[in-house]
């Protein structure tokens, strides 16, 4: 008779079904271990591909903004082409930038608004910009930006240079106010005087040198900027300001090593009536007019008064005496009349100097139109008042005297000899109608509601 056989498998057996099924466990384990680490790089992927996606955007906005800053500039300058290819309504323009190709069939393009292309006077245009990078799978990523701009000025801080600036003096000072509080040349002209002083006099050099700002004994009541290098402050030197406490001479919180500036080159009018001889009068009251001849010399007891607004253009080259005064000569501008002097030789203002009668250091505007740096000589002296707005980024200027000078200078190098006081005056920093825009505000729109808001300004075109 044959043996019954067991009813149970033998743990030989057994053994092996447990390990097949731990196996078998293990590999389902590392399946979905093996699926969730693919899933996880997959999606990482897809958010790098994204954020990157998005980041293009971005820069796509920016240079869509770039190209309506550089149109406004080119028509400010005077270029008829400045608005080619923009559509406009007489007043807003916009454009469409497209074929933007970011590889693997990925496109982008770009809608820049302007609300207008012809801003008056003291407005401040908007552009709105609405960039879009479309993927060749997933929903295009978008990106608005609304850029606010600002005719730049000339004068937007009081003694400025490119090189250095020195006082010599032992007892200079630097302080401000604002001749026009009101933003409104319609209104009465604030002259400079104790009660409306303030601190934001400031002195800056886009230099990164050493002594590139040597203040020695001057007492700035307001700011000094460097482009690298900390001032030099004397013994009896200071800078503060209102919010100074009384025991700080020299206040940190007023220093910056960090300023950085651009000079525009500025050029003569290539028009004018040729002026063959200097009177005594040059102008007629209540009409803008524009002169030119190669240098004005007065010494003596010679009185050059200014009748109206007058522009004068100095043709003489560089290094040749352009405008001299000496003796005890001087150029008066009477309230209400005004003088522009464009001027490429060199410039000696001394005797009475400039007897600028108007409250405003505007009514005297000196430009330096030489370009090599250095290539220009500028001296101012006296005892008296000067109010008076230089712009002469390539010359030398120096200042000798111990009277207010009222205004802004701007040059290559900037010297003060004696104890004169300098008072900038707040109120050029907003002057220019014919100056380059720049950027005051910058800001990425990421609200819906307001997105919404904006977005019928890209439809339809």
Same mark, same amino acid.
Not at 21 to 28: D, E, G, K, N, T
Not at 34 to 51: D, E, H, K, P, V
Not at 58 to 64: C, H, P, S, V, Y
Not at 360 to 371: D, I, M, V, Y
């Given at each position: 008779?044959?043996?019954?056989?067991?009813?149970?498998?033998?743990?030989?057996?057994?053994?092996?079904?447990?390990?097949l099924?731990?196996?078998?466990?293990?590999?389902?384990v590392?399946?979905?271990m093996?699926?969730?680490?693919?899933?996880?790089?997959?999606?990482?992927?897809?958010?790098?591909?994204?954020?990157f996606?998005?980041?293009?955007a971005?820069?796509?906005?920016?240079?869509?903004a770039?190209?309506a800053?550089?149109?406004f500039?080119?028509?400010?300058?005077?270029?008829?082409d400045? %608005?080619?290819?923009?559509?406009?309504?007489?007043?807003a323009?916009?454009?469409?930038f497209?074929?933007?190709?970011?590889?693997?069939?990925?496109?982008?393009?770009?809608?820049?608004?302007?609300?207008?292309?012809?801003?008056?006077?003291?407005?401040?245009?908007?552009i709105?910009?609405?960039?879009?990078?479309?993927?060749?799978?997933?929903?295009?990523?978008?990106?608005m930006?609304?850029?606010?701009?600002?005719?730049?000025s000339?004068?937007?801080?009081?003694?400025?240079?490119?090189?250095?600036?020195?006082?010599?003096?032992?007892?200079t000072?630097?302080?401000?106010?604002?001749?026009?509080?009101?933003?409104?040349?319609?209104?009465?002209a604030?002259?400079?005087?104790?009660?409306?002083?303030?601190?934001?006099?400031?002195?800056a050099?886009?230099?990164?040198?050493?002594?590139?700002?040597?203040?020695?004994?001057?007492?700035? %009541?307001?700011?000094?900027?460097?482009?690298?290098?900390?001032?030099?402050?004397?013994?009896?030197g200071?800078?503060?300001?209102?919010?100074?406490?009384?025991?700080?001479?020299?206040?940190?919180?007023?220093?910056?090593?960090?300023?950085?500036?651009?000079? @525009? @080159?500025?050029f003569?009018?290539?028009?004018?009536?040729?002026?063959l001889?200097?009177?005594?009068?040059?102008?007629?009251?209540?009409?803008?007019?524009?002169?030119?001849?190669?240098?004005?010399?007065?010494?003596?007891?010679?009185?050059?008064?200014?009748l109206?607004?007058?522009?004068?253009?100095?043709?003489?080259?560089?290094?040749?005496?352009?405008?001299?005064?000496?003796?005890n000569?001087?150029?008066?501008?009477p309230?209400?009349?005004?003088?522009?002097?464009?001027?490429?030789?060199?410039?000696?203002?001394?005797?009475?100097?400039?007897?600028?009668?108007?409250a405003?250091?505007?009514?005297?505007?000196? %430009?330096?139109?030489?370009?090599d740096?250095?290539?220009?000589?500028?001296q101012?002296?006296g005892?008296?008042?000067l109010?008076?707005?230089?712009?002469?980024?390539?010359?030398?200027v120096?200042?000798?005297?111990?009277?207010?000078?009222?205004?802004?200078?701007?040059?290559?190098?900037?010297?003060?000899?004696?104890?004169?006081?300098?008072?900038?005056?707040?109120?050029?920093?907003?002057?220019?109608?014919?100056?380059p825009?720049?950027?005051?505000? %910058?800001?990425?729109?990421?609200?819906?509601?307001?997105?919404?808001?904006h977005?019928?300004?890209?439809?339809?075109?």
């Open positions: 008779m044959r043996p019954h056989p067991h009813p149970f498998p033998s743990p030989r057996r057994r053994q092996r079904g447990s390990v099924i731990v196996a078998l466990l293990l590999m389902a590392i399946a979905l093996l699926a969730s680490y693919l899933g996880l790089n997959l999606n990482s992927t897809r958010q790098a591909q994204r954020a996606h998005g980041s293009a971005l820069n796509l906005a920016e240079t869509g770039e190209e800053v550089w149109s500039n080119r028509a400010t300058a005077g270029h008829a400045a %608005w080619q290819g923009w559509a406009d309504d007489g007043k323009a916009w454009r469409r497209d074929d933007f190709d970011f590889t693997r069939q990925t496109r982008g393009s770009v809608q820049v608004y302007t609300t207008s292309r012809q801003p008056a006077p003291g407005v401040n245009p908007r709105m910009v609405l960039a879009s990078v479309s993927p060749p799978d997933g929903t295009p990523l978008t990106r930006l609304e850029v606010t701009l600002r005719r730049r000339y004068f937007a801080s009081g003694l400025v240079a490119k090189d250095s600036i020195t006082f010599s003096g032992t007892n000072s630097v302080d401000s106010w604002d001749s026009d509080p009101d933003d409104n040349p319609a209104t009465a604030v002259p400079y005087g104790p009660g409306v002083r303030r601190d934001r006099g400031i002195v050099s886009t230099s990164f040198v050493n002594q590139a700002v040597l203040l020695n004994h001057a007492d700035v %009541w307001g700011y000094v900027y460097t482009g690298g290098a900390l001032p030099v402050v004397g013994n009896n200071s800078i503060r300001g209102a919010d100074t406490p009384e025991d700080v001479t020299v206040d940190p919180n007023r220093i910056a090593t960090d300023f950085i500036a651009e000079f @525009p @080159p500025v003569s009018p290539e028009h004018g009536t040729h002026l001889s200097v009177g005594a009068t040059l102008g007629t009251v209540g009409e803008t007019t524009v002169w030119r001849c190669p240098a004005i010399q007065l010494n003596g007891n010679k009185t050059l008064t200014i109206g607004h007058v522009t004068l253009i100095l043709t003489a080259g560089p290094g040749i005496s352009a405008l001299d005064i000496t003796g000569a001087s150029i008066l501008i309230e209400g009349s005004s003088l522009t002097v464009y001027v490429e030789g060199n410039v000696k203002i001394a005797g009475k100097g400039i007897g600028n009668a108007n405003r250091p505007l009514a005297f505007l000196l %430009w330096g139109t030489a370009q740096p250095g290539g220009q000589d500028i101012i002296a005892n008296g008042a109010k008076a707005a230089v712009y002469a980024p390539a010359a030398d120096k200042i000798n005297g111990n009277g207010d000078v009222m205004g802004a200078v701007v040059a290559h190098r900037i010297t003060l000899v004696g104890n004169a006081a300098f008072h900038y005056d707040e109120s050029l920093a907003r002057y220019g109608d014919d100056t825009f720049g950027i005051v505000q %910058w800001r990425e729109i990421t609200a819906d509601a307001e997105r919404k808001l977005t019928p300004l890209f439809s339809g075109w």
